[in-house]
């Protein structure tokens, strides 16, 4: 379904919900439909502060965050994560020279959940995130 039609949809569910409940105030009189409007606002009121509570909680959650930064590797290097099917990773021996000292990367730093920056690596630099198996290394 669309964007578009879901807007539709939660429009008309909400025109039919003001209606039924204006029906039922109505059909119930003043004094009954102020009771029940009161305790279904006592409900919903609990409602919203179950969810900011557990938004709260999840938004200070902290992430995991795996990083290589300001560093000089003369080899590879991998950043491996969240690994739960097959990864297999074969590399011929390593004939990069090691980094020059002073040659970093001038990359700034990205607000993300894995990276590799500020740094000088001799071999190739790996990111790995979300495997569904298991991690082979042959080297």
Not at 16 to 43: E, P, R
Request: charged share 10%; proline share 4%; no cysteine.
């Amino acid at each position: 379904m669309s964007g578009k039609a879901w807007g539709w949809a939660l429009f008309a569910l909400g025109v039919v919900t003001v209606g039924a409940g204006t029906g039922l105030f109505v059909w119930l009189g003043l004094s009954k439909g102020d009771q029940l409007a009161s305790i279904l606002s006592l409900f919903v009121g609990i409602a919203g502060l179950a969810a900011s509570i557990a938004g709260l909680v999840l938004a200070r959650k902290p992430s995991a965050v795996q990083a290589i930064t300001g560093s000089s590797i003369s080899g590879n290097a991998e950043v491996v994560r969240n690994v739960g099917g097959n990864y297999t990773l074969r590399r011929a021996p390593s004939t990069a020279a090691a980094p020059v000292p002073g040659t970093t990367s001038t990359t700034a730093p990205v607000a993300a959940e894995q990276t590799i920056t500020g740094s000088g690596i001799g071999g190739s630099a790996r990111i790995v995130d979300g495997v569904t198996g298991n991690v082979d290394i042959n080297e």
